[in-house]
């Protein structure tokens, strides 16, 4: 069936950087855009990025311009996420999510904190 | 602030019917497709209505879509206690190139 696997999330100090990872499985991944959406502890949900299905466009959201890099690895069906210069805000469960009649489906996310 | 307006929560009886709003501009619900999303509690968002009123197989009819104009609404039909979370909804915004969501709705079965 259709997975979505997330990983690399933990404890990071402002400033620092971290790289996600999204293992996708059971459907063909390199014909598909895919998303970055992320929850903060106890709130709602913020679409981060996108990357089409050929990495030629990616777009991200105003929150992370400029310090989020999204990437994906068709040969290895995986996502990534590199995340640079971290806020305390970015704290948040990172999801990500394939483009399929909106979002679907989601992984099961993985905890990114952000804390010195 | 989230650019979509929710209500913060609902409630309802089991057997009844709720509805949950969505409030947006032209440049989002005005001119695209709405989606809406479940997050049962401890768990990932899960896609309920894509382009507006369409089921993904295996989401029970109980809940439906609709849209007008700037706004959309979500309907739960038959209330049951599994149906207790969140609800998001979502839509692409021209204006900000981005996607947008809505601020969450907490459904409380009583």
């Known amino acids: 069936q259709v997975q979505l696997m997330e990983s690399g999330g933990g404890v990071v100090q402002p400033g620092g950087s971290l790289r996600l990872s999204c293992a996708a499985s059971?459907?063909?991944?390199?014909?598909?855009?895919m998303h970055w959406v992320r929850q903060a502890p106890g709130k709602g949900l913020e679409w981060v990025a996108v990357i089409t299905s050929d990495e030629r466009n990616k777009n991200y959201a105003d929150s992370v311009k400029g310090r989020f890099t999204i990437s994906r690895d068709n040969s290895k069906n995986t996502l990534y996420l590199q995340m640079d210069s971290l806020r305390a805000a970015d704290t948040a469960v990172y999801y990500c999510a394939r483009d399929f009649m909106g979002f679907d489906p989601w992984g099961q996310g993985t905890l990114v904190t952000v804390s010195s | 602030q989230s650019v979509l307006t929710q209500p913060p929560s609902v409630s309802g009886t089991p057997g009844q019917r709720v509805t949950i709003s969505c409030s947006g501009s032209s440049s989002n619900i005005g001119s695209n497709s709405v989606y809406w999303y479940q997050q049962l509690p401890g768990t990932a968002p899960k896609l309920l209505i894509y382009?507006?009123?369409q089921r993904p197989s295996g989401v029970p009819d109980r809940f439906s879509g609709s849209k007008s104009g700037t706004s959309a609404s979500l309907a739960i039909s038959g209330l049951r206690s599994e149906d207790e979370g969140d609800y998001y909804c979502?839509?692409?915004?021209?204006?900000?190139?981005?996607?947008?969501f809505g601020g969450g709705t907490k459904l409380t079965v009583l």
């Open positions: 382009r507006i009123n």
């Open positions: 059971g459907f063909i991944f390199s014909g598909y855009a």
């Open positions: 979502a839509a692409w915004d021209d204006s900000l190139s981005a996607w947008v």
